[in-house]
Protein backbone atom coordinates (compact mmCIF):
# COMPACT_ATOMS: atom_id res chain seq x y z
CA UNK A 1 0.00 0.00 0.00
CA UNK A 2 0.50 3.71 0.09
CA UNK A 3 3.70 5.27 2.03
CA UNK A 4 4.16 8.15 3.96
CA UNK A 5 7.01 8.91 5.52
CA UNK A 6 7.66 11.61 8.29
CA UNK A 7 10.89 12.60 9.53
CA UNK A 8 12.56 13.15 12.06
CA UNK A 9 10.41 10.56 14.29
CA UNK A 10 11.81 12.05 17.58
CA UNK A 11 13.12 15.32 18.23
CA UNK A 12 14.39 17.45 20.86
CA UNK A 13 14.75 20.99 21.19
CA UNK A 14 15.62 24.19 23.28
CA UNK A 15 12.75 26.50 23.94
CA UNK A 16 12.69 29.44 22.04
CA UNK A 17 14.33 27.41 18.41
CA UNK A 18 11.85 26.00 15.74
CA UNK A 19 12.12 22.69 14.03
CA UNK A 20 11.14 21.06 10.78
CA UNK A 21 8.93 17.93 10.42
CA UNK A 22 9.08 16.73 7.33
CA UNK A 23 6.11 14.49 5.57
CA UNK A 24 6.63 12.49 2.29
CA UNK A 25 4.05 10.78 0.41
CA UNK A 26 6.51 8.27 -1.42
CA UNK A 27 4.62 6.41 -4.01
CA UNK A 28 2.22 8.56 -4.56
CA UNK A 29 1.28 12.12 -5.56
CA UNK A 30 -0.89 14.11 -2.60
CA UNK A 31 -1.95 17.36 -3.73
CA UNK A 32 -3.81 17.44 -0.25
CA UNK A 33 -2.03 16.71 2.91
CA UNK A 34 -3.22 17.13 6.54
CA UNK A 35 -1.38 17.49 9.69
CA UNK A 36 -2.51 16.55 13.33
CA UNK A 37 -1.58 16.73 16.79
CA UNK A 38 -1.89 13.95 19.33
CA UNK A 39 -1.73 15.11 22.91
CA UNK A 40 -1.44 11.18 25.60
CA UNK A 41 -4.42 9.77 25.79
CA UNK A 42 -6.23 12.13 23.30
CA UNK A 43 -7.39 12.05 19.87
CA UNK A 44 -5.69 13.26 17.02
CA UNK A 45 -6.77 16.79 16.59
CA UNK A 46 -6.92 18.04 13.30
CA UNK A 47 -4.04 21.32 13.33
CA UNK A 48 -4.23 22.45 8.89
CA UNK A 49 -4.91 21.09 5.65
CA UNK A 50 -2.26 21.45 3.46
CA UNK A 51 -2.24 21.86 -0.07
CA UNK A 52 0.27 22.04 -2.57
CA UNK A 53 1.00 25.46 -4.37
CA UNK A 54 -1.08 27.40 -2.06
CA UNK A 55 -1.47 28.63 1.82
CA UNK A 56 -2.47 26.13 4.17
CA UNK A 57 -5.84 26.51 5.86
CA UNK A 58 -5.79 26.30 9.60
CA UNK A 59 -8.32 24.85 12.20
CA UNK A 60 -9.68 27.23 14.46
CA UNK A 61 -7.57 27.74 17.61
CA UNK A 62 -4.43 27.02 15.43
CA UNK A 63 -1.90 29.45 15.44
CA UNK A 64 -0.33 29.61 12.02
CA UNK A 65 2.84 32.20 12.51
CA UNK A 66 3.37 29.07 15.03
CA UNK A 67 2.85 26.36 13.04
CA UNK A 68 4.08 27.05 9.74
CA UNK A 69 3.23 24.61 6.69
CA UNK A 70 5.06 24.48 3.60
CA UNK A 71 3.79 22.24 0.49
CA UNK A 72 6.16 23.44 -2.38
CA UNK A 73 6.06 19.97 -3.90
CA UNK A 74 3.25 16.93 -4.89
CA UNK A 75 5.32 14.80 -2.41
CA UNK A 76 6.70 16.93 0.55
CA UNK A 77 4.66 19.24 3.13
CA UNK A 78 6.88 20.45 5.99
CA UNK A 79 5.81 21.67 9.49
CA UNK A 80 7.78 24.13 11.03
CA UNK A 81 6.61 24.73 15.11
CA UNK A 82 8.47 28.19 15.41
CA UNK A 83 10.19 29.68 18.81
CA UNK A 84 9.20 25.98 20.45
CA UNK A 85 8.01 25.96 24.12
CA UNK A 86 7.59 23.16 26.74
CA UNK A 87 3.89 22.94 26.00
CA UNK A 88 4.05 22.20 21.87
CA UNK A 89 5.75 19.20 22.71
CA UNK A 90 3.32 16.94 21.37
CA UNK A 91 3.01 13.79 18.90
CA UNK A 92 2.61 15.52 15.37
CA UNK A 93 1.16 13.48 12.68
CA UNK A 94 0.53 13.75 8.95
CA UNK A 95 -1.32 12.36 6.22
CA UNK A 96 -2.16 12.27 2.40
CA UNK A 97 -4.81 12.07 0.28
CA UNK A 98 -3.84 9.74 -2.86
CA UNK A 99 -6.54 10.73 -5.05
CA UNK A 100 -6.01 7.87 -7.61
CA UNK A 101 -6.93 5.35 -5.14
CA UNK A 102 -10.68 6.52 -4.09
CA UNK A 103 -9.69 8.96 -2.13
CA UNK A 104 -7.84 7.30 0.83
CA UNK A 105 -5.89 9.10 3.41
CA UNK A 106 -2.65 7.20 4.44
CA UNK A 107 -0.88 8.29 7.29
CA UNK A 108 3.02 8.46 8.71
CA UNK A 109 4.24 7.15 11.20
CA UNK A 110 3.92 10.31 13.40
CA UNK A 111 7.23 12.77 15.09
CA UNK A 112 7.62 13.11 18.94
CA UNK A 113 8.52 16.52 19.60
CA UNK A 114 10.44 17.29 22.97
CA UNK A 115 11.16 21.23 23.85
CA UNK A 116 13.21 21.78 26.76
CA UNK B 1 -20.80 20.96 16.47
CA UNK B 2 -18.89 17.69 15.07
CA UNK B 3 -17.65 14.92 17.12
CA UNK B 4 -16.97 11.38 17.78
CA UNK B 5 -17.34 9.52 20.83
CA UNK B 6 -15.90 6.19 21.81
CA UNK B 7 -17.13 5.44 25.17
CA UNK B 8 -14.31 2.48 26.02
CA UNK B 9 -10.96 3.74 26.93
CA UNK B 10 -9.57 0.78 27.53
CA UNK B 11 -10.19 -2.98 26.91
CA UNK B 12 -8.77 -5.76 28.68
CA UNK B 13 -9.96 -9.22 26.93
CA UNK B 14 -8.66 -12.88 27.07
CA UNK B 15 -7.81 -14.43 23.91
CA UNK B 16 -10.98 -15.87 22.00
CA UNK B 17 -13.02 -13.44 23.50
CA UNK B 18 -15.42 -11.36 21.43
CA UNK B 19 -14.78 -7.96 20.75
CA UNK B 20 -17.24 -4.74 20.54
CA UNK B 21 -15.63 -1.50 20.46
CA UNK B 22 -18.62 1.85 20.88
CA UNK B 23 -18.53 4.55 17.99
CA UNK B 24 -21.02 7.18 18.12
CA UNK B 25 -20.78 10.47 15.77
CA UNK B 26 -22.57 13.84 16.01
CA UNK B 27 -23.07 15.53 12.87
CA UNK B 28 -25.68 17.46 10.66
CA UNK B 29 -24.64 15.88 7.17
CA UNK B 30 -23.99 11.99 5.49
CA UNK B 31 -20.68 10.86 6.64
CA UNK B 32 -17.78 8.34 5.67
CA UNK B 33 -16.85 6.39 8.50
CA UNK B 34 -13.39 4.44 9.12
CA UNK B 35 -11.51 2.59 11.90
CA UNK B 36 -8.17 2.99 11.91
CA UNK B 37 -5.81 1.16 14.37
CA UNK B 38 -2.26 1.86 16.06
CA UNK B 39 -0.11 -1.24 17.12
CA UNK B 40 2.32 -0.25 19.41
CA UNK B 41 5.43 2.03 17.49
CA UNK B 42 3.66 1.75 14.34
CA UNK B 43 1.29 4.53 12.16
CA UNK B 44 -1.94 4.89 12.07
CA UNK B 45 -3.72 2.15 9.24
CA UNK B 46 -6.99 1.56 7.87
CA UNK B 47 -8.53 -1.43 9.54
CA UNK B 48 -12.35 -0.63 7.18
CA UNK B 49 -14.36 1.99 6.38
CA UNK B 50 -17.88 2.39 5.13
CA UNK B 51 -19.07 4.77 2.30
CA UNK B 52 -22.54 3.80 1.43
CA UNK B 53 -24.40 0.60 0.35
CA UNK B 54 -24.42 -2.49 2.85
CA UNK B 55 -24.24 -1.24 6.32
CA UNK B 56 -22.21 -4.24 7.54
CA UNK B 57 -18.58 -3.69 6.54
CA UNK B 58 -15.84 -6.26 6.69
CA UNK B 59 -12.25 -5.18 6.98
CA UNK B 60 -8.90 -6.48 7.34
CA UNK B 61 -8.21 -9.15 10.28
CA UNK B 62 -11.18 -10.16 10.75
CA UNK B 63 -12.97 -6.90 12.28
CA UNK B 64 -16.01 -6.08 11.24
CA UNK B 65 -18.47 -3.42 11.82
CA UNK B 66 -22.21 -1.98 11.60
CA UNK B 67 -22.98 1.73 9.91
CA UNK B 68 -26.57 1.85 12.01
CA UNK B 69 -27.75 5.28 10.93
CA UNK B 70 -31.03 5.95 13.36
CA UNK B 71 -28.42 5.58 16.22
CA UNK B 72 -25.56 7.60 14.92
CA UNK B 73 -23.53 4.41 15.68
CA UNK B 74 -20.57 2.53 13.87
CA UNK B 75 -19.43 -0.08 16.35
CA UNK B 76 -16.47 -2.23 15.09
CA UNK B 77 -16.03 -5.94 15.89
CA UNK B 78 -13.98 -8.98 15.91
CA UNK B 79 -15.81 -12.76 17.18
CA UNK B 80 -12.64 -13.89 18.19
CA UNK B 81 -9.69 -11.61 19.43
CA UNK B 82 -5.96 -12.30 19.21
CA UNK B 83 -3.29 -11.33 21.49
CA UNK B 84 -1.62 -9.51 18.33
CA UNK B 85 -4.58 -7.25 18.44
CA UNK B 86 -3.30 -5.34 20.92
CA UNK B 87 -3.62 -1.79 20.02
CA UNK B 88 -5.25 1.48 19.86
CA UNK B 89 -8.23 1.85 17.70
CA UNK B 90 -9.83 4.75 16.78
CA UNK B 91 -13.14 5.50 14.82
CA UNK B 92 -13.29 8.63 12.72
CA UNK B 93 -15.76 10.33 10.36
CA UNK B 94 -15.42 12.49 7.55
CA UNK B 95 -18.14 14.73 5.89
CA UNK B 96 -18.90 12.92 1.99
CA UNK B 97 -18.98 16.60 0.27
CA UNK B 98 -15.36 16.03 0.05
CA UNK B 99 -13.38 18.13 2.45
CA UNK B 100 -11.42 14.87 3.87
CA UNK B 101 -11.12 16.20 7.44
CA UNK B 102 -11.17 13.30 9.41
CA UNK B 103 -12.17 13.40 12.98
CA UNK B 104 -11.44 11.64 15.76
CA UNK B 105 -12.61 9.65 18.48
CA UNK B 106 -10.52 9.39 21.94
CA UNK B 107 -9.66 6.22 20.87
CA UNK B 108 -9.73 3.04 22.95
CA UNK B 109 -6.63 0.98 23.91
CA UNK B 110 -7.51 -2.77 23.62
CA UNK B 111 -5.25 -5.19 25.41
CA UNK B 112 -5.70 -8.97 24.75
CA UNK B 113 -4.16 -11.59 27.16
CA UNK B 114 -2.63 -14.49 25.67
Redesign the interface.
Known amino acids: GAVVSQHPSRVICKSGTSVKIECRSLDFQATTMFWYRQFPKQSLMLMATSNEGSKATYEQGVEKDKFLINHASLTLSTLTVTSAHPEDSSFYICSALDSTSGNTIYFGEGSWLTVV | AQS?SQHN?HVILSEAASLELGCNYSYGGTVNLFW?VQYPG?????LLKYFSGDPLVKGIKGFEAEFIKSKFSFNLRKPSVQWSDTAEY?CAVTPTS??????????TRLKVLA
Open positions: VHYQHLQLFGTYKYIFGTG
